[in-house]
């Protein structure tokens, strides 16, 4: 029912919020109004932000596969901080949906919009799409704000209106919030409309004690090892990146069978080396 509401509204011309729970299909909400857009206007370009590159990597393979499945076959391309000149022309002169992060529609997109094939993505962009929307918060958010700013002043120079359209599984007041980061009102989506099918769920409250208590250490390791060992796919979330390794060596250094079961992943990876753990995680392995 939520997916239905949200792509009419979409199909309307409305900006539209979507804050539905984790694995509700809100990636069909906002991609069939898009591939919809390209089919039925030739002209038309859009653009997908994900906060971070492993959530745009992630997100890839399964926009490419809808692009196959609609007749939208070599028009999606991936424009980020890992992607190559060469690569970044391609997507330029053949794709008509880029998925990117905010900082290089910040940095290149924009910065190059009155060069001849970025004006002309500009002139034709229907559609932007903020997913994971309530990471936009703070400092970051307001110099996005800035940025979404700039690119509706961009778009308007050439001639061209975009409408918005945002998820997020957790955003608490989307409409408020991407009042502030847009300057536009949304049409909003949420969980009183959801109606997915969800499984059980089981949550495990560790009392985290002194920080200095060896026993707490062990039991959160301990915990790792037991969801690694039973096959389960999970991502333990960590503070700084130094942290990402000091976990990955102490829980490895106590239960040596979990090496080659267990990656770790953060910023300052080369490129290759990161797609290669997130594949890894996709497959299960």
């Known amino acids: 029912?939520?997916?239905?509401?949200?792509?009419?509204?979409?199909?309307?011309?409305?900006?539209?919020?979507?804050?539905?729970?984790?694995?509700?299909?809100?990636?069909?909400?906002?991609s069939v109004p898009v591939f919809h857009e390209l089919l039925t206007n030739p002209d038309a370009t859009a653009i997908f932000l994900y906060p971070t590159k492993a959530l745009a990597g992630d997100q890839i393979a399964k926009l490419l596969e809808m692009a196959?499945?609609?007749?939208c076959h070599g028009l999606v391309y991936r424009f980020d901080g890992d992607t190559s000149a060469k690569e970044r022309q391609q997507a330029l002169r053949?794709?008509?949906?880029?998925?990117?992060?905010?900082?290089?529609?910040?940095?290149?997109?924009?910065?190059?919009n009155k060069e001849k094939e970025y004006a002309e993505f500009f002139r034709r962009l229907k559609t932007v799409v903020l997913d994971e929307c309530h990471v936009y918060r703070g400092a970051f958010g307001s110099n996005l704000a800035?940025?979404?700013?700039?690119?509706?002043?961009v778009c308007r120079n050439k001639g061209a209106t975009f409408r918005f359209l945002a998820a997020s599984a957790t955003s608490k007041d989307p409409a408020s919030h991407l009042r502030l980061l847009t300057g536009r009102?949304?049409?909003?989506?949420?969980?009183?409309?959801?109606?997915?099918p969800s499984g059980g769920r089981r949550f495990i409250m560790l009392?985290?004690?002194?920080d200095?208590?060896?026993d707490e250490l062990i039991n959160e390791y301990g915990?790792?090892?037991?969801?690694?060992?039973?096959?389960?796919?999970f991502i333990t979330f960590c503070h700084s990146r130094r942290l990402t390794e000091s976990v990955f060596q102490d829980l490895t250094e106590q239960f040596p069978d979990l090496i080659g079961q267990v990656m770790p992943y953060r910023s300052g990876y080369e490129p290759e080396d990161r797609r290669q753990i997130e594949q890894a995680l996709r497959q299960g392995s």
């Open 94 to 112: 053949y794709g008509r949906l880029l998925i990117g992060t905010p900082d290089v529609l910040h940095s290149t997109l924009l910065r190059r």
């Open 185 to 196: 009102e949304f049409t909003v989506v949420n969980e009183a409309a959801n109606g997915s």
């Open 146 to 153: 800035m940025v979404l700013r700039r690119l509706t002043q």
């Open 212 to 214: 200095n208590s060896k």
């Open 207 to 210: 009392n985290s004690g002194d």
């Open 68 to 71: 196959e499945a609609t007749g």
């Open 1 to 30: 029912t939520h997916q239905g509401v949200a792509i009419e509204a979409a199909l309307r011309g409305d900006d539209v919020a979507l804050s539905t729970g984790t694995a509700s299909g809100k990636t069909i909400c906002f």
């Open 223 to 233: 915990l790792m090892a037991e969801l690694a060992r039973s096959g389960k796919r």
